[in-house]
C-alpha cells in the first residue's frame, strides 16, 4: 500500500470521527438549549463536560487533516495546501477551543448561579447570556472559516481531479449552502444555530463529506493522478 493510499484511508476516518464527535456533542449538549439552562448545567454538569470533550476531540481531528493532505495537496496548488492547513488546522482548532472552554465555564458560572440563590439570580443569568451569546457568535465565525477552508480543498480536488470531480461538485454547492446559514444569523434572520432551518441546510454538507469519507477510504485517490505528479517536490 503506497503512502498516499495510507492517506487517504486516514483522511477518510478522521473525517468520520469528527462528524460522529459532532454530533455526539450536539446530542449531549440538551441542558445548554433548556429554558433554564443554568439550573440544568448544574444538575447535569458532566453531561457538558462529555459535549465539551466530544467538541474538543473533533476539533482536534479534523486539524490532522490539513496536516495529513499538505505533501499531497502542495503538488497541486502549495498557495491552497498552506490555506487549508492554516485555516482548517490553526484558525478552525482555536475556535474549537474556544467553544469548549465557553462550555465549561458555563458549568462553573451554574453551579454559583444555584449557590447565590435568588439576590443575585440575575447577575449570574447575565453572564450565562453573555457566555451563550459568545459561544453562538464563535460558531457563527467557524462557520465561515470552515466554509472557506472546504471551497480551498474542494478547488483543489476539483482542478487535479484526486477524486471524481461529482463529489467535489456537489462538495461546491453544499459548502456555499452552509456559508449562507453564517450570513442568516449574521443578519438576525434566524437566530440559533440549532435552528431547524439551518439544521436542514446543513444536512447536505454532511452527507457529501461522509460520501467523501467512505470514498477514500474504499477507492482512494485517483492513482493515475497521484502517479503522474510522484516527483513534483
Known sequence: MNNYRKTAIIVGVLYIIGTVSGILSMASSGPVRAATYLS???ANPNQIVIAALFVLLMGLTLALVPVMLFPLLKKFSEVLAIGYVVFRGALETTLYIGMTIGWLMLIVLSHEYVKAGAPAASYFQTLGTLLLAG????????????????????????QSKLIPRWISIWGFIAILLHLTTAFLLLFGIVDSTTSPVLMVFNLLILVQEMVMAVWLIVKGFNSVIVAAH???N
Open 40 to 42: 440544568s448545567i448544574a
Open 135 to 158: 459561544n453562538e457568535t464563535l460558531n457563527t465565525v467557524l462557520i465561515i472559516v470552515f466554509s472557506l477552508n472546504a471551497l480551498m480543498l474542494y478547488t483543489v480536488f476539483y
Open 230 to 232: 510522484a516527483q513534483i
